[in-house]
C-alpha cells in the first residue's frame, strides 16, 4: 500500500516535511490467474510437486502462494540466504517449496539441485530473468507474452498463455509415452519370435521354406 500527502512545506534533502495531508491510499495487488488454483490442485492429485520461485519480496510471493493454495508457514525463504553449494541447495528445495528474492543464476542453481536429486523438472516463465533455468529444466515452458529470449529458450510457447492448458500437455506427454511402450512391445515381441523360429530351424536342421512351400528364390535346387 502507498499512502500519498500534500504538504506546501518544500522538500530539503532526503527527510520527508512536517505537515503532510493524506490525498489518497493506493493498493498494489499482484494479478493472479484465474485457473492457477485449479491446475496446481491438478498437478498435486498427479503426484507432481510444485516450487514457486520469484525475484519479488519474499512476504509477496508467499501472499500469492496462499491465494492460489499452497500452504506456506510465515514468509517465503528468502534467495539472499540460500547456500551456494548444490548439495546444501538441494536440501533446501527438499524443505521448502516458495522462494523469494530469488536472482537469475539461483534460479539456474535451483533447478540443477532438483535434477541432482533424480528429479525431472519443468519450469514455467515469461520474464528475461527466467531464461536460465528455463534453457536448464528438462522442459522449459514460456508464456505467450513472455520475453523473445525467454521464448527463444523454451521448449513449449503457451501463445494464449493460459495456465490450464498444462494439465492437456501432461495428458498427451504421457500418452506418447504410452505409444512408445506398446510399439516397443511389439517390435520386442516379433524379434523374440524371430529368434526363435531360428534356434528351432537350426537345431532341427530344418530348411525354411516359403512362397506357398516352395524354396525361396535364392536357395540352390
Known amino acids: 500500500m502507498l499512502l500519498l500527502a500534500r504538504t506546501d512545506e518544500p522538500l530539503i534533502g532526503e527527510a520527508l516535511p512536517a505537515g503532510g495531508v493524506p490525498v489518497a491510499v493506493v493498493t498494489f495487488r499482484e494479478n493472479v490467474r484465474p485457473d492457477a ?15 514457486v520461485i520469484s525475484g519479488d519480496s519474499p512476504r509477496t ?21 540460500l547456500p551456494d553449494e548444490p ?8 524443505e521448502h517449496s516458495v522462494f523469494g528474492r530469488v536472482s537469475p543464476d539461483q534460479k539456474k542453481a535451483m533447478v540443477q539441485a532438483l535434477q541432482s536429486r533424480g528429479h525431472v523438472v519443468a519450469m514455467t516463465g ?61 517390435y520386442l515381441t516379433k524379434t523374440t519370435y524371430a529368434l526363435l523360429f531360428g534356434v528351432v530351424f537350426s537345431l532341427f536342421a530344418w530348411q525354411f521354406r516359403c512362397c506357398h512351400g516352395r524354396p525361396p528364390p535364392w536357395t540352390s535346387s
Do not use: C, W
Open 37 to 51: 488454483a485449479e491446475t496446481l490442485d491438478y498437478f498435486h492429485a498427479q503426484g507432481v510437486r510444485t516450487v
Open 61 to 81: 510471493v508467499a501472499a500469492v502462494a496462499r491465494e492460489v493454495g499452497l500452504e506456506v508457514a510465515g514468509q517465503a525463504y528468502d534467495g539472499r540466504t
Open 87 to 94: 548439495g546444501e541447495l538441494a536440501d533446501v528445495m527438499a
Open 126 to 186: 515469461d520474464g528475461v530473468n527466467d531464461a536460465l533455468a528455463l534453457k536448464t529444466a528438462d522442459l522449459g515452458i514460456a508464456m505467450g507474452n513472455a520475453a523473445p529470449a525467454t521464448k527463444a529458450v523454451s521448449r513449449m510457447v503457451l501463445l494464449d498463455g493460459r495456465f490450464d492448458r498444462l494439465p492437456r500437455v501432461l495428458g498427451e506427454g504421457r500418452q506418447v509415452i504410452a505409444n512408445m511402450e506398446r510399439l516397443a512391445h511389439i
